[in-house]
């Protein structure tokens, strides 16, 4: 056992025997004085502990010492009334303390009795049942904050689990404060009802066993009587007072000495206000002009003492910023933060402030979360932090959206207006300002506020400017998504599934492929919108191939071949005939033989002509799919598949490309054309 828990048990045996086992005077001043030094610390603790969860065991050491401190008093109790001597520090507290007067003794323990009672008690009591309420009442908002900052990177999961413990660690703290705020207050009463047996039983022992008359006797155990009630009362006011610190505490850093005085003394206005008011107070009435003069001096001197003291701190802050200002530019420039690039990058104009900024009801930041977290569910990867930041170089209207510090899209909003797109079937026209939806390029109209409700009523799809640059952000993060999969992003994707599938990550990485490689593989398919959530899966077709080849696209072939069921389910409505176009074959055995192998992997040479015919023809099969208000989306053969999507991907940026293998048995397909040359 360690030291510690040894002198916990004992303190709390030794409290138990003092119930029982009669204990001599000098023994009972021992533990009276340890009682006393015991409280000090407790409270001296409270005053100037940071945080209050360093005192999380503040109610239980309230519990501890509220027994250890009724088992002394019951000893002693035992002693004043067999022997009539219960030590020295009892003593000396009924005659010193209490003046060696019963009438002034008496007096000063009800009026210690009724401060602990009336006074902090019930307030520390009632602190600790409004806190412990309004600490539960915050617990769901602190957790959405918590899933917040996890969402949109700023911490970790370790970090995020530490503050939620955090949480709960308060709730328990101060719903167990609110409960442990009764032991003190039942402590005041026992002290009471105590005395009063005390006195009543020594009178009647005094008279009884000792032959002494009534006022005798009471004037001789009602003093000692008071002395053991103010040894056992003054270090059970210091644990109340110790209990009112804690839960009073507005800060959860709060250090007690600085920050009272910081508060009372820091303004000289104050000081010189009160120095004039006591020095008025002498003057003008009977009071000690010496007394009140003097205090009044103290606080004039006091506060031009600390308006000198202010004064220096100001032009010293002055200085310093100027030095800092100065070292800066004489500072050779730190070429290093300049090589730092944002992944993703909202930069927008001065009018578009309003909807980033919270103060004025802008709900874009929240949007940039819900964004992060929605490419998370649909593409199983966590897209890095999302800056955000005004340019006045921008028109006020206008946004523009960077990759990797590169403009990679922009847009342009009306602010208070709304944008409306007509789905395709109304047929009434509204007035407004034409323009295009950023996202899909679809024509468009701004109206006002007045002309919304109209326009919904007809069909119309009205969108505020904050959605449309959400939207717009989204889609752009999508198709850009396999450019920001760095090494370190799979790693973590991997160590987020390395516990429960140990097996499968030791064997794959690294002795089959490397994280390079497997970053490849998932690039490939994120490039084309297909989710990556399910890693184990991927892992383990990688793990079953990556033995014969290395070829990536093979492997990423391969790979979408086991997604075939999250492949139907994105792109084929279940239940429904897809409309599709297929390859002619003849064309899958001319780009087969225009494939050329190397040691760095395998690439498509195929001729300018064909591959001329081949645009026009895919152009006019997939305008057939647009006209019946279908997906583009070509079927073909599981060898041609990579070769053909990667001819058409810099001609048609929608356009899907599947293959055979990659569809499930339950999905219902109709050949709309082919693709032929």
Known sequence: ?????????????????????????????????????????????????????NMSSFPTIILLTTVFRIALNISSTRLILSTGDPG???????????????????????????????????????????????????????????????????????????????IQDEASFFGSMDGATKYVKGDAVAGLIITVVNITGGVVTGMMNRGMTAMDALQEYAILTIGDGLVTQIPSLM?????????????????????????????????????????????????????????????????????????????????SSEEAEADE??????????????????????????????????????????????????????????????NIQLNPNQYIIKIKGVKVSEGEILFDHYM?????????????????????????????????????????TVVDPPSIIATHLTEVIKSHIHELLTRQDVQNLINNIQESNQTLISELVPKLLSIGEIQK???????????????????????????????????????????????????????????????????????????KQTEQGSYLALDPEITRELIESVQTEIQKLEDLGKNPIIVTSPIVRMYFKRLMQDYFKDLIVISYNEIDSNVELQSVGMVTI
């Open 521 to 595: 593989v998932l690039q490939n398919l994120l490039r084309e919108q297909i989710s990556i959530r399910d890693l184990v899966t991927i892992l383990e077709t990688l793990a079953d191939y990556a033995p014969t080849t290395r070829d990536i696209d093979l492997l990423t072939e391969y790979v979408r071949q086991s997604l075939k069921r999250a492949i139907s389910r994105k792109f084929f409505a279940e239940g429904e005939t897809t409309s599709v176009v297929t390859l002619d074959p003849k064309v899958e055995q001319e780009i087969m033989d225009s494939v």
């Open 239 to 319: 644990i109340s007072l110790a209990t009112g610190v804690l839960v009073t505490k507005v800060s959860k850093e709060a250090d007690f000495g600085n920050m009272l005085v910081k508060q009372l003394f820091s303004i000289p206005k104050v000081l010189y206000i009160v120095g004039a008011s006591l020095i008025g107070l002498g003057i003008v009435t009977p009071l000690n002009i010496f007394l009140f003069t003097g205090y009044g001096l103290a606080f004039v001197m006091a506060g031009r003492s600390m308006a000198q003291k202010l004064e220096v701190e100001s032009i010293e802050k002055e200085v």
């Open 88 to 166: 020295s520090v009892v003593r000396v507290f009924g005659e010193f303390v209490g003046g060696n007067n019963l009438v002034i003794g008496a007096i000063i323990f009800i009026v210690l009795i009724m401060i602990q009672f009336i006074v902090i008690n019930k307030g520390s009591e009632r602190i600790a049942e409004v806190t412990a309420r309004f600490t539960l009442d915050a617990m769901p908002g602190k957790q959405m904050a918590i899933d917040a900052d996890l969402n949109t990177g700023a911490i970790t999961d370790a970090q995020a689990a530490e503050r939620r413990q955090r």
């Open 329 to 390: 530019i004489r500072r050779p420039e730190n070429v290093a933060s300049l090589l730092q690039v944002d992944p993703i990058e909202l930069e927008f104009g001065y009018g578009i402030i309003p909807l980033a900024d919270v103060n004025q009801g802008g709900d874009l930041l929240d949007r940039v979360v819900l964004i992060r977290r929605q490419v998370a569910l649909e593409l199983g990867t966590v897209v890095p932090m999302i800056r955000l930041r005004d």
């Open 420 to 460: 409306a797109m007509n789905p395709g079937y109304v047929e009434e026209e509204i007035t407004g300002i034409p323009t295009v939806e950023p996202s899909f390029n679809l024509p468009a109209i701004w109206i006002t506020e007045s002309q919304r409700e109209r326009a919904e009523s007809l069909g119309y």
């Open 1 to 53: 056992m360690k030291r510690n828990d040894i002198a916990v048990g004992l303190y709390i045996i030794a409290a138990i025997l003092f119930l029982i086992i009669p204990m001599p005077p000098v023994l009972l001043d021992l533990f009276l004085a340890l009682n006393i030094a015991v409280s000090l610390v407790i409270l001296f603790n409270a005053m100037f502990t940071k945080e209050v969860l």
